[in-house]
């Protein structure tokens, strides 16, 4: 029952991400969250790691700051009893400052404890990213 549970915590926190509503997503992690997009490139204003929720806001805002969000749809889940959710997700965006568009899969691993994300990973087309973000 807990991998349900978790499984419907990350749904509203994709849920709230769709609405744009950071303050919703960062009442559902704890206040010492492990947040990271994984890349060996930083071109994108939101990889790398971040902890606590003040950080995990400016992950938010970085991710807003670049463009329109055009597609957002997590397509499966994956949990177990050991707060573990997986989710593989279609991403789509337009960088303001060169109009180029993105479309990509993304997957992220999401850790719960007592309910609350403790730790996140993310990965994407880091390489797609940085030629969208260069104009």
Known sequence: MAAQQDVETVKGLYEAFGR??????LECVTDDVD??????LKSAPWYG???GKEEV????E???ETGPVTEFVPVSFASNDDGDVMVFLRYAFTVSATGKSVAMNLHHY???RDGKVCYVRASEDTEQVAAALAG
């Not at 744009?20 to 997503?25: L, R, S, T």
């Not at 947040?35 to 060996?40: C, E, G, M, P, Y």
């Not at 806001?57 to 938010?60: A, L, N, W, Y």
């Open 20 to 25: 744009g509503d950071v303050e919703a997503i």
């Open 57 to 60: 806001r400016g992950f938010f």
């Open 62 to 64: 970085a991710i807003g």
């Open 49 to 51: 790691a971040r902890r």
């Open 35 to 40: 947040w990271s997009t994984d890349a060996a």
């Open 110 to 112: 999401w850790k719960l």
